[in-house]
C-alpha cells in the first residue's frame, strides 16, 4: 500500500455567478484551472439572502456533469423539458449535461444558511453527446457510516461496505463527505488510477504533513491510501477521486468539449433552439 499526500495546496477564492451568488472557487481559478477529469468546485456558503436570493437563472451546459451536493438550504433546480426538482440539505444531484440542456437553478428561501457545492466533471469525447439525465438523491438514499469518533457519507462510491447511491456514471467516482471530531482518523483506499482531491470546509485537519484549514483544497499525490486526522475540535472534508479521461480540452464558459469546433456548434445549436 502507498499513501496519497498532498502534492499542492490551492486556496479557493471569492467570486460570484449566476445572478451575483458569492461563492468561493477552488478549481478553475488562477492556481488551479483544472485537475482532469475535474473542472470546477465552488463552495457557496452565506446567512444573507444578498448573496444568494437571485440564484442561477437559465443557462445552458454541454459536453460534462455538474454536481450539486447541499449541506443546508433549498435549490430547486428546473430545465427547457420540464425537468424539475428540488435539492434540501443533505440531497445530491448529479446532472450529465451530455449532448445540451438548459437549466436553472433557484433557492427556494428568503432567509437562513445557504450551504453547499457544485463540483464539474468533463466527459470523454464518446460520451459528450449522450442524453442529458439527472440523478437526484434524497437526503435519506445517502448511507452515512459511523467510524471511530466521526462519520462519513457515501454519495458515490464505496466505503466501509456501503455503496454511494450514484451510478453509471464513466469517470467511476467517489465522493465522500467526512467529518471528525477532535482527534478522530479517516482512512480509506481510492484507485490507483484516479485522480483525487480533499476539500477542507470545516475546522483543522491534516493528510499526511498537510495541515488544512476551511476553503482548502489538496491535490493528492499517486497511491492508494488517504488517511486524515482531526487537530482542532472537528473537520469536515470533502473527499474525491474520479478517472482521468486524457482528452483535449476546448473549454467556453457552460460549454466544455474537446475542439474549439466543437464549441462553435455548440454556440450555434444553442442560438438556433437545437438545444430544445
Avoid at 49 to 73: K, Q, S, W
Avoid at 215 to 236: H, N, P
Wanted: hydrophobic residues 40%; charged residues 20%; glycine residues 10%.
Amino acid at each position: 500500500m502507498s499513501e496519497r499526500t498532498v502534492e499542492r495546496l490551492v486556496s479557493a477564492v471569492p467570486t460570484s455567478d449566476g445572478a451575483g451568488v458569492r461563492l468561493s472557487r477552488a478549481i478553475a481559478n488562477a492556481e488551479l484551472d483544472h485537475l482532469d477529469p475535474f473542472l470546477l468546485l465552488d463552495e457557496f456558503r452565506s446567512d444573507d439572502p444578498n448573496d444568494y436570493i437571485a440564484g442561477f437563472p437559465d443557462h445552458p451546459h454541454r459536453g460534462f456533469e455538474t454536481v450539486t451536493y447541499m449541506l443546508a438550504g433549498k435549490m430547486e433546480h428546473a430545465d427547457h423539458a420540464g425537468n424539475r426538482g428540488l435539492l434540501t440539505s443533505g440531497g445530491a444531484q448529479w446532472m450529465t449535461a451530455g449532448r445540451g440542456l438548459i437549466h436553472s437553478e433557484t433557492p427556494k428561501q428568503e432567509d437562513g444558511l445557504m450551504w453547499g457545492f457544485q463540483l464539474w466533471v468533463n466527459l470523454p469525447a464518446a460520451n459528450k453527446m449522450t442524453a442529458p439525465r439527472y440523478q437526484d438523491i434524497d437526503p435519506s438514499a445517502i448511507p452515512e457510516v459511523t467510524i471511530e469518533r466521526g462519520s462519513v457519507r457515501v454519495i458515490a462510491g464505496v466505503f466501509g461496505g456501503a455503496t454511494g447511491p450514484v451510478q453509471g456514471i464513466v469517470t467511476d467516482p467517489v465522493y465522500l463527505d467526512v467529518r471528525l471530531d477532535a482527534l478522530g482518523r479517516f482512512e480509506t483506499t481510492l484507485p490507483e488510477d484516479h485522480t483525487a482531491f480533499v476539500y477542507a470546509y470545516q475546522g483543522q485537519g491534516t493528510v499526511g504533513a498537510a495541515v488544512l484549514e476551511p476553503k482548502s483544497l489538496g491535490v493528492l499525490s499517486k497511491g492508494d491510501t488517504i488517511r486524515a486526522t482531526a487537530t482542532g475540535s472537528d473537520f469536515r472534508f470533502l473527499c474525491i477521486a474520479a478517472r482521468p479521461l486524457n482528452e483535449p480540452i476546448a473549454r467556453y464558459g457552460p460549454f466544455v468539449m474537446n475542439t474549439r469546433e466543437e464549441i462553435h456548434q455548440a454556440f450555434d445549436d444553442f442560438r438556433n433552439g437545437r438545444f430544445a
